[in-house]
Structure formats: structure tokens, C-alpha cells
């Protein structure tokens, strides 16, 4: 019995265990968002034990009253939680490129837990073409989404361009 609930275990964890790796390396080269089907687990519970949304965004610096960035936001799990420390003098403005991404997130939204947020401003766009004005952001933060980025050091120079003097680039 034990070696039949051992091979149950280890055959998801070998497989997945697999698949990261693969997809490491194959990103190590070619830089890519996130295929579309990979929004659904953006926010499971795996997801929230291993990176709780609280914990990284308390350890990003945001506070109240700060306008945020979050960049390469995804499906919003990173994004509500901001949103509420940012509460109620501040705003966060969650960016993705993939308009299928904000959708989700948008859908997130719609929950109860996050319906009542009304300091987020979802905005399509690219890393390396932020729309907005220099000196904009008390912080811009990005969580798991920085190694999607073809030209990352370009990505980040248009970060600092945003971030007023004294603010803070935090990535996770």
C-alpha cells in the first residue's frame, strides 16, 4: 500500500519537477509571457503558500497612500493585496501586455473578497513603453514576471523613468 500511494506522490511531483526545469531553461534563451492556460494557476493555492501575496507585498514596501505600479501583473494575485495596503489615498495601476491576462484579473475583481478594491487601475501595455509620465510611482513593483521579459535591462530603465526620486523599484 505504501509503495502505491509513494508512486501516486511522485510521479505529479517528478513530472512537475520536470516541467520546471525544462521551461527554465527553454526561458534562459527565449523570452515569453506566460501561455494563456497558465493564468488559472497564478492564483491556486500552491501559488499562495509558497509566495503569500501579504508577505511579498509587505516585503515590496508598499504602504498607504503610495501610487504603485504592478508590472507584468498577470491574473492580479499580487495586485488586490497592494491594493488594499495602498488604501485609501493610494491607487495601484496593474500593467500586462496580454489583454487575455487582464481579463482574468478583471474576473478576480468581480469576486467578493476583492470587489469592494476601488484604487486599481488596469492598463494594457509593454515594459518597455510604459504609458505613463516620468516621476509618476511611489514604487513599481514586479513579482515573477521580470524573467517574461525579452530585454530586461531596457524593461527596468523605463521602470526607473516612473519611479519618482526617492521611490523604489522592488522586484520578487
Avoid at 495601476?93 to 474576473?107: G, P, S, T, V
Amino acid at each position: 500500500m505504501l509503495k502505491v500511494v509513494l508512486i501516486i506522490v511522485a510521479i505529479p511531483v517528478a513530472v512537475l519537477l520536470f516541467q520546471q526545469t525544462v521551461m527554465r531553461f527553454i526561458r534562459w534563451y527565449w523570452h515569453f509571457s506566460s501561455p494563456m492556460f497558465f493564468g488559472m494557476m497564478f492564483d491556486s493555492r500552491i501559488r499562495r503558500a509558497s509566495q503569500p501575496p501579504e508577505k511579498v507585498v509587505s516585503n515590496s514596501g508598499i504602504a498607504p497612500g503610495m501610487q504603485v505600479l504592478d508590472l507584468g501583473c498577470g491574473t492580479g494575485t499580487y495586485t488586490f493585496e497592494a491594493a488594499r495596503v495602498a488604501w485609501p489615498d493610494g491607487k495601484v495601476f496593474a500593467l500586462d501586455i496580454q489583454r487575455e491576462m487582464l481579463d482574468l484579473l478583471r474576473k478576480q475583481w468581480a469576486r467578493p473578497e476583492n470587489s469592494d478594491l476601488q484604487n486599481i487601475e488596469i492598463v494594457q501595455g509593454s515594459a518597455f513603453e510604459l504609458p505613463f509620465p516620468d516621476d509618476y510611482f511611489d514604487a513599481v513593483f514586479i513579482v515573477t514576471a521580470l524573467h517574461e521579459i525579452g530585454d530586461r535591462h531596457a524593461s527596468l530603465l523605463e521602470a526607473k523613468r516612473v519611479v519618482k526620486p526617492g521611490g523604489y523599484l522592488s522586484v520578487s
